[in-house]
């Protein structure tokens, strides 16, 4: 009868322990078998000192501005400091509704002494789409590089993207490795947060990226740092207004247009961007990413009929991982807390939800041990000496589920908008709104 007790037990508190290694364990093991096995190596970031075809192509850089002058001159200055021949980098800021001294900061940039040019354009729309369309149109050189205000380059980040492109004439676009500014200068909480978001981006970009690439199933070009052959830009509809995703719709499009060609990562082309300010920022920009990402596959049909084993960019898988097997967490939110009010023991639940935790620290130990297999100078030290975020990382991706779940709900229920409200101010704002709305009928009988 004892054998029968703890074989049901073990099939129950089984099955919740298997969710998590089958919905995110999978990939993160496959990952390090696969890295193991020899598959993906280190790749150093080293210049690239000869041209691979005998002569460098011209590049134009892309930046869209707006509100940017706390950042735009640092963004400027990485690209005067880079190891790619500077007379045949066209630099191009594009304002797009700035209120602030943007201008005055670009002015400053431009009296600095550059061998390449350097101009300022603007436009009426506002929007990211509409300044990168609008750079599109003007740039010159051959490459088009896509690059955020907000984000400095490491000194070989050019040179080892364009040698990339010229290295590989099947590569039409490639998205650069992002990663979290190390002198960000944080304290206490809001260290831990920006440690977390630093071995989160890591792994992101130089390991899952990667494999995508060599699936060919890259699903975003990401837009703080991307770079594309410039004829092929002219051969798409350039970057869409209608979703808060234009760098997925970008990818997608290009997929689409071009099956026989590759859309890349190049893991040795890197740019440093700045950590996430607040929770309350954090909120917005996973919310706007998540958004994005389903109104682009909303967007194309046909290649959201590919299947889960179709070879090649089947953007239905990594919807499948983010939205119907991420459901489970809902349910382990609400239903493991509400075992206890059906006859279970809370500390038997309690354990289960340790028994839970732990073996989501298991899997982030494997994701953390592929990245420091895959690391390389400048970003080992730090990524070594964060091995602590460790058992803090279930934590954190844990929240970060909630809030790209909350990115769902506002594709059913909000319209589309660049900028989203975090729920704090958003309930104050709705709390003050129903304040006026109800003080009015008294102010107009008084009047």
């Known amino acids: 009868m004892a054998a029968e007790h703890w074989y049901s037990a073990l099939g129950f508190w089984g099955v919740w322990l298997f969710v998590p290694i089958l919905v995110d364990g999978f990939q993160s093991f496959r990952y390090l078998v696969a890295t193991i096995a020899g598959r993906a190596k280190r790749l150093p970031i080293r210049p690239v000192t000869k041209a691979p075809q005998g002569k460098w192509p011209r590049v134009s850089i892309l930046i869209p501005v707006y509100n940017s002058e706390a950042i735009l001159g640092a963004c400027i200055d990485s690209i ?4 790619y021949p500077l007379e045949l980098i066209e630099i191009l800021a594009i304002d797009n509704g700035s209120r602030d001294s943007s201008f005055k900061v670009f002015c400053e940039e431009q009296q600095e002494a550059f061998p390449g040019s ?3 354009l603007s436009t009426f729309h506002q929007g990211k789409p509409w300044a990168l369309n609008v750079g599109i149109h003007y740039a010159q050189g051959e490459y088009v590089v896509n690059l955020d205000s907000d984000v400095v380059l490491h000194e070989d980040a050019i040179v080892n993207m364009v040698a990339a492109f010229e290295n590989d004439q099947d590569l039409i676009a490639a ?5 979290i500014r190390p002198e960000s200068g944080s304290s206490g909480f809001m260290k831990v947060i920006h440690e977390c978001e630093f071995q989160e981006y890591y792994f992101g970009f130089n390991v899952g990226r990667r494999f995508e690439s060599r699936a060919r199933s890259l699903f975003t070009l990401a837009g703080a740092f991307s770079a ?3 004829d092929v830009l002219l051969n798409t509809y350039l970057y869409d207004t209608s979703t808060v995703g234009e760098d997925t719709f970008m990818t997608f499009e290009l997929q689409e247009l071009f099956p026989d ?25 996973r919310v706007r990413w998540q958004r994005g990402e389903i109104e682009v596959i909303a967007a194309h049909p046909k290649l959201a009929t590919r299947g889960l084993f179709y070879r090649g ?4 898988r990594t919807l499948l991982v983010d939205h119907t097997l991420a459901f489970p967490r809902v349910s382990w939110t609400f239903l493991m807390p509400a075992l206890v009010f059906f006859g279970y023991d809370v500390s038997t639940v309690l354990l289960a939800g340790v028994a839970l935790y732990a073996a989501y620290v298991f899997i982030e130990a494997a994701t953390w041990t592929t990245s420091a297999l895959l690391v390389v100078p400048p970003s080992s030290r730090r990524l070594w000496h964060g091995w602590w975020t460790i058992p803090l990382m279930p934590a954190y991706r844990y929240g970060v589920f909630w809030l790209r779940f909350a990115g769902v709900l506002t594709v059913l229920t909000e319209a589309h908008q660049w900028r989203t409200a975090d729920p704090v101010a958003a309930s104050r704002d709705e709390f003050l709104r129903l304040v006026h709305s109800r003080k009015e009928p008294g102010e107009a009988k008084a009047a």
């Open 261 to 285: 060609k590759h859309v890349s990562v190049v893991t040795a082309s890197v740019c440093y961007t700045d950590p996430i300010p607040s929770l309350r920022a954090l909120y917005a920009q």
């Open 228 to 230: 594309f052959r410039r």
């Open 313 to 316: 960019f089947a953007p239905v």
């Open 118 to 120: 350097i101009h300022w």
């Open 175 to 179: 998205t650069g490795a992002v990663e």
């Open 80 to 83: 005067r400091a880079q190891s």
